[in-house]
């Protein structure tokens, strides 16, 4: 597993506030991913896992194959046509 960090240098008198920081997280999208498990004398008693993505919908629906729209790509469902 790698961890990269982007650092992004701007000139001394500019600022990095949150919000540019989050808009930038949520425009491009970030996954995380983690794993808590609990045992006691070498025996698995609790497995937490952990998977979030954050982006924007836009973002999202950028990665969808085309044809493919909101919940029927996650069901995995071919998407209904118009009807005229």
């Not at 506030?17 to 609790?46: E, M, P, R, T, Y």
């Not at 950028?62 to 493919?68: A, E, H, N, T």
């Not at 029927?72 to 998407?79: E, F, M, R, S, V």
Request: net charge positive.
């Amino acid at each position: 597993m790698s961890n990269n960090v982007v650092m992004m240098r701007r000139g001394a008198k500019d600022e990095v506030s949150l919000l540019d920081i989050l808009d930038h997280v949520v425009n491009s999208g970030v996954v995380i991913q983690g794993s808590i498990v609990i045992s006691l004398a070498g025996v698995d008693l609790i497995y937490l896992g952990l998977n979030v993505v954050l982006t924007a919908v836009e973002t999202a629906l950028k990665q969808l194959p085309p044809g493919r729209t909101g919940l029927d790509a996650a069901y995995n469902k071919p998407a209904r046509s118009k009807r005229a």
